[in-house]
C-alpha cells in the first residue's frame, strides 16, 4: 500500500509552547488529509479533513485556532499545536487518500506529544 | 451522522483458532467499510475492505463479509498466529475517500 510518514515521532514540549507536525504521502499524491487523536485503550476521533490548498475542516469541539493545518502541497500537511497543555498530551495521527492511493486512507505511524 | 459499534471489546483466541470480530453502522448510505489493524504505539493499517457491491471478500487467512440489509459486517480471521494480536478497527464512511467513523476497536489476544 501507499506510504504516509509523520515527523516527528515522539515530542516533548512545555507548556505554553506550540509544536509542529509533519505528515508526507511519500509516493503518492494525496488530495486529501486527515488528523485524528487517540487517547490511550480509545477509538481514533477525526480532528479535521484537509484538501490541498483550502481551508481545513474541523470536526465540532475541534478548535481551529489552537490546532491549525496547513495542506500546501499534495505531499505534505502540517498540524500545529498552539499554546500547548498537558491535556493536549496525546497521540496524533495523519492519514492521506487520493491520487494513486484512491478512496483508501492510508495512515501515517503516529506523533506522541507529551506536554509537561 | 454515522454511528459504529463493535464487538466484542476483547477477544481472546487459541492460535490456530478463528476469530471473529462484529460492527454495525447507522447511515444507511455508507458504502465503503475498511477494517484497520493497529499494534502498540504504531499507526492503523489497512487490512482489508470491502464496498456495498459485494457481500464478501477474502485475502488469505482473512475475510469480511456485509449484510447491507442488517447493516453489519465483519472480520474473520482464520488459523490465528501470534502476531494477529493487536486492536482491530472497523470503519464506515459514505463516500469513498470522505470521512471514516470508526468502531471502538478489538483487542485481539492471540495464546501461543
Known amino acids: 500500500g501507499a506510504v504516509v510518514s509523520q515527523h516527528p515521532s515522539r515530542v516533548i514540549c512545555k507548556s505554553g509552547t506550540s509544536v509542529k507536525i509533519e505528515c508526507r504521502s511519500l509516493?503518492?499524491?494525496?488530495?486529501?488529509m486527515f488528523w485524528y487523536r487517540q487517547f490511550p485503550k480509545q477509538s481514533l476521533m477525526l480532528m479535521a479533513t484537509?484538501?490541498?490548498?483550502?481551508?481545513?475542516?474541523?470536526e465540532q469541539g475541534v478548535e481551529k485556532d489552537k490546532f491549525l493545518i496547513n495542506h500546501a502541497s499534495l505531499t505534505l500537511s502540517t498540524l500545529t499545536v498552539t499554546s500547548a497543555h498537558p491535556e493536549d498530551s496525546s497521540f496524533y495521527i495523519c492519514?492521506?487518500?487520493?491520487?494513486?492511493?484512491?478512496?483508501?486512507?492510508?495512515f501515517g505511524p503516529g506523533t506522541r506529544l507529551t506536554v509537561l | 451522522g454515522e454511528n459504529v459499534e463493535q464487538h466484542p471489546s476483547t477477544l481472546s483466541v487459541q492460535e490456530g483458532d478463528s476469530a471473529v470480530i462484529k460492527c454495525t453502522y447507522s447511515d444507511s448510505a455508507s458504502n465503503y467499510f475498511p477494517w484497520y489493524k493497529q499494534e502498540l504505539g504504531k499507526g492503523p493499517q489497512l487490512i482489508i475492505d470491502?464496498?456495498?457491491?459485494?457481500g464478501e471478500k477474502k485475502d488469505q487467512r482473512i475475510a469480511v463479509t456485509l449484510n447491507k440489509t442488517a447493516k453489519h459486517f465483519s472480520l474473520h480471521i482464520t488459523e490465528t498466529q501470534p502476531e494477529d494480536s493487536a486492536v482491530y478497527f472497523c470503519a464506515a464512511s459514505t463516500t469513498s475517500g470522505s470521512r471514516l467513523t470508526f468502531g471502538e476497536g478489538t483487542q485481539l489476544t492471540v495464546n501461543p
Open positions: 509516493d503518492f499524491q494525496a488530495t486529501t
Open positions: 470491502i464496498r456495498s457491491n459485494v
Open positions: 484537509s484538501n490541498e490548498g483550502s481551508k481545513a475542516t474541523y
Open positions: 492519514s492521506a487518500s487520493g491520487g494513486a492511493a484512491g478512496y483508501e486512507q492510508f
